[in-house]
Structures are given as structure tokens and as C-alpha cells.
């Protein structure tokens, strides 16, 4: 399927942020390691959130699923997977969870997934999980899937991570120290705190396992997991697409619900960085039309997923814009420093690539084209929203309905907001 987009002079009206995918995942991941019945009301509900699920049954949990309440029924310790192989899909986040949940079976087990994350090396997620106990090995040279996880002896006691730890996979690393024969003692370092450490221990807590920070000392004290019952809090960063085409089209938007989802302040100040100002009401922010965005270095370390969208900023900017510290960005769907690259400059965009970012040199005329969409529903989305300034079509191939991995009412809700896209077969 491609994603045909044209030029559209602007976008008007309001809408809500999507739950959060994550918090979504690892309350899924939590409810099968707790016996008995938990439930999540408003999930976030796309093929990322409904592939775990799937591969929580093939572990021993049940689900019953609708679009506004799952159920999920889990097995505490006692996992019963239905077989040996687990299947990630295209989800890295899944991948992570689903290697630390295996530790807990009796068996082998393999754990495989879609080229989008079986291609990227994960040294980090192997040497956290191997400190902690767990017997897992990479049948490639490069750290990459396929995993084969062997039955574990989770010790705990006192654990330091690599500098280098992404903080993508803390969630799974604390996944399993309920779980250990004593008490994990975890030293923190500034590059492994984030909104994923964060939010995991939320959930642990929830879920009534003890953790407590002391001293940059996170403890954890082992138990078991009660069943929760949650409602995934908004993500306000699944409104950077639509924010995005705001900004470059000049737009008034109004982002609603802002009460109820979290990092607005983090969002605010990310876009601070290109002098994008904000007004911030009670319940909702306001994107005003007509502002300029400023070519400025920005950095991207606690968000290096954003970058395809930034680099799209970039090209509306009068001179230099440098993405810095957003090196992790090439470990994703796809390598997104690279492809972002490639794609703009075939719209007509002035940019380059560095180890950890891009250099743009703005402002450029965007002319459209025939795009790869990386089968990665973050580079689709990002070439989907640089459409809308381009003077001609733009095409978008290589799986453009990616995006309904993480944005499934993309095309619907710009269209409600008066822009000119939509799929073709």
C-alpha cells in the first residue's frame, strides 16, 4: 500500500493525543506474570499492542480483547508457553519484554520476530538481562535476533549497568527483579534515567512490588505481581506528526485533553529548541500559525525517535539546523539517520547525515516524489507530513500502512484536520 500526499495550505481544528503505547505494553507484559485477572481500560490499540498480546497467549495468558477493555488472565511464575517460539512481529519494545519473560520458562526458548527487528544489534538489552541471570545468547555475531534463552538462575544483589545502556530496555531488565532470589540494588546513571524507567516503576509499584530510590540507589525488593487494573495514560507525543504539519503549514491547532496525558512540559520544551512557542491552557496547548522556526543545533538524546520529524522542521528553517546526540536513532525500524536523509534530499531538502544526527541548511523548496517509507510507521509519518509543503505529489511505498503499528487513524484524522492524503493500493 502507498501513501499519495498533496500540497495543502493548512490544517485546522482539534485532537486528543492516543494512549500511550508503552505504558499499554508493559501493563500487558505485567498482567501475564500475575496469576489472575487483570484488566487495562483503554488501551492503545494497534498492531504493535496486538501482536504482544498475541504472544502473551502463546506464553500461558489468556485475553479477551475489545477496543475499550482487555482482559488479561496471567499465570504468576508459572508460565505455560503452548511452544518454544515467541514472536516479537515488528515491535523492538515487544522484543524486549518477550526476552525477559522467557527467562522464567522451563524451556529453551527462541525468540524471533520481522526484519525490522531482527536487523538492528542490541548489545545493551543482552548485557543487562545477562547481569541480572539470564542465559541468553544471540545466534548472530552482531548481538542481533534471533534470541535463545536458556532456563535462568535470577540472582540480583548489587548491579551496574554499561554507560552505554540504552534506556529503551530498562523496562525489560526490570521486568524480572520481582522475580530474583534477592534484592536488586541498581546503581543509576543520568543515561538510563528516562520516562521508561520511570513508568515501569509505576507499574511495578502497582502491581505491588516495593522499589525505592536512595542516593541514585534504585532497590527492588522481590515478590510476587497482584493483577492491576490500569488505563494507559495519554501520550502527548503521538501529537508530533500533527504538530509538525502545524508548524510547517503555518496552522492553528488545538491539542485537547492535555490534563490527562504526561511529558507536556518535556514536549514544550523540545520544541523550545526551534523557538516554537506554545500557548498552554488547563485541558489543552495551542499551536498558533505563522511562526518561524529557528535553525538552532537540537538535541535529541531523550528523544532520538523524533528525529525524522525534526529533520522535516529543518527544512523550514533559515540556515543551519544541526540534530545532535540522537545516535540510537539508527537502531530502530530502520536506520532513521540514514533514511531520513535519503528521502528528504529526493523532495529537494538540503541535508546530510552525521554518526549521531543530520545537518540541514534551510530553508528549502520541497518539490515531492516517490518515497520509501522503510516499512517504519515513523519515517512514513515524518515523509507524510513534509507532503504537505512539497509543490507536487508525494508517494510514499515500501508498506506506508506501517502506520497503523503506532498511528492507526493517521490518514482519518488529517483528513478531518483538511489535509489532502490518503492510501492507494
Excluded at 493525543?17 to 508503552?22: D, L, T, Y
Excluded at 500461558?60 to 514472536?87: D, E
Excluded at 531482527?118 to 543482552?126: H, M, T
Excluded at 508548524?247 to 518535556?266: C, F, H, M, W
Amino acid at each position: 500500500m502507498k501513501l499519495i500526499v498533496e500540497h495543502t495550505d493548512e490544517i485546522s481544528g482539534s485532537i486528543a493525543p492516543a494512549p500511550s503505547k508503552f505504558y499499554t505494553q508493559y501493563s500487558t507484559a505485567i498482567a501475564l506474570l500475575a496469576e489472575g485477572k487483570s484488566v487495562l481500560e483503554s488501551p492503545l490499540v494497534v498492531d504493535d499492542t496486538r501482536d504482544l498480546a498475541k504472544a502473551v497467549e502463546t506464553l500461558g495468558g489468556t485475553t479477551k480483547r475489545g477496543k475499550k477493555k482487555w482482559s488479561i488472565w496471567g499465570n504468576g511464575r508459572s508460565l505455560q508457553p503452548s511452544g518454544q517460539v515467541v514472536n516479537a512481529k515488528k515491535s523492538i519494545m515487544s522484543l524486549s519484554l518477550l526476552a525477559s519473560i522467557s527467562a522464567l520458562t522451563s524451556r529453551i526458548m527462541v525468540i524471533t520476530g520481522k526484519k525490522q527487528v531482527r536487523n538492528p544489534s542490541v548489545p545493551s538489552l543482552i548485557s543487562s538481562l545477562q547481569k541480572l541471570g539470564v542465559d541468553i545468547h544471540s545466534a548472530n555475531d552482531d548481538d542481533s535476533m534471533p534470541f535463545v534463552i536458556f532456563q535462568s538462575d535470577l540472582k540480583g544483589g548489587e548491579i551496574s549497568l554499561d554507560e552505554d545502556m540504552n534506556p529503551f530496555f530498562m523496562p525489560a531488565f526490570l521486568l524480572l527483579t520481582p522475580f530474583t532470589e534477592e534484592e536488586t540494588l541498581l546503581d543509576l546513571n543520568s543515561k538510563i534515567k528516562s520516562r521508561f524507567l520511570d513508568e515501569s516503576l509505576e507499574l511495578l509499584n502497582k502491581s505491588g512490588i516495593e522499589t525505592s530510590i536512595e542516593e541514585e540507589k534504585l532497590e527492588i525488593t522481590p515478590g510476587e505481581l497482584n493483577p492491576i487494573n490500569v488505563t494507559p495514560p495519554l501520550d502527548i507525543f503521538s501529537m508530533v506528526p500533527f504538530v509538525t504539519a502545524a508548524i510547517i503549514t503555518d496552522s492553528d491547532l488545538e491539542i485537547s485533553k492535555t490534563g490527562d496525558a504526561r511529558n507536556v512540559q518535556e514536549f514544550l520544551e523540545l520544541l523550545s529548541q526551534i523557538d516554537i512557542e506554545i500557548e498552554k491552557e488547563e485541558s489543552s496547548i495551542i499551536i498558533s500559525g505563522s511562526q518561524e522556526v529557528k535553525a538552532a543545533e537540537v538535541d535529541l538524546k531523550d528523544f532520538p525517535e523524533l528525529l525524522p520529524y525534526f529533520a522535516v522542521l529543518g527544512c523550514f528553517a533559515d540556515g543551519e539546523t544541526e540534530i545532535v546526540n540522537a545516535e540510537r536513532a539508527r537502531q530502530m525500524k530502520s536506520d532513521r539517520i540514514e533514511a531520513i536523509v535519503n528521502e528528504l534530499n529526493k523532495l529537494g531538502a538540503n541535508i546530510s547525515e552525521k554518526e549521531d544526527g543530520v545537518i540541514i541548511e534551510g530553508p528549502s523548496e520541497l518539490k515531492g516524489g516517490k518515497l520509501d517509507g522503510y516499512d517504519d510507521f515513523t519515517m512514513v509519518a515524518a515523509l507524510g507530513v513534509a507532503g504537505f509543503k512539497a509543490e507536487e505529489k508525494t508517494i510514499i511505498k515500501n508498506r506506508a500502512e506501517a502506520l497503523r503499528q503506532s498511528h492507526p487513524h493517521f490518514v482519518t484524522d488529517f483528513k478531518d484536520l483538511g489535509g489532502n492524503i490518503g492510501y492507494e493500493t
